[in-house]
């Protein structure tokens, strides 16, 4: 299985910006499709983005579509969420899974592996 290891996650201000970072580890990280998802208090885990295994195909929720965008560098074993004109409705647990197979997916049962997730607040 891959190892993730999210980092980037903080406080800003509404209108703000943030880039999440998701860092892979053990096997061949082009063979996964990457996703975001975010989980607020008291809410279920909800998707956020994903990026197929050659980056060629992004996946977003209504809600982040012109704001956030996704990325990653095989290169580099890592996956991106630049994330854009925040809103508090963003402030959330943010975590990245790893889904091995050609088809990404939005629902979240379907990811093999997590990271331990990373904070962000938004304030107004």
């Known amino acids: 299985q891959v190892q993730l290891v999210e980092s980037g996650g903080g406080s800003v201000q509404a209108g703000g910006s943030l880039r999440l970072s998701c860092a892979a580890s053990g096997r061949t990280f082009s063979n996964y499709c990457m996703g975001w998802f975010r989980q607020a208090p008291g809410k279920e885990r909800e998707f956020v983005a994903a990026?197929?295994?050659?980056?060629?195909?992004?996946y977003y929720a209504e809600s982040v579509k012109g704001r956030f965008t996704i990325s990653r560098d095989n290169a580099k074993n890592t996956v991106y969420l630049q994330m854009n004109s925040l809103k508090p409705e963003d402030t959330a647990v943010y975590y990245c899974?790893?889904?091995?197979?050609?088809?990404?997916?939005?629902?979240?049962?379907?990811?093999?592996?997590w990271g331990q997730g990373t904070q962000v607040t938004v304030s107004s």
């Open positions: 990026i197929s295994r050659s980056g060629g195909i992004t």
């Open positions: 899974g790893a889904l091995e197979g050609v088809i990404c997916s939005s629902e979240y049962g379907r990811y093999n592996t």
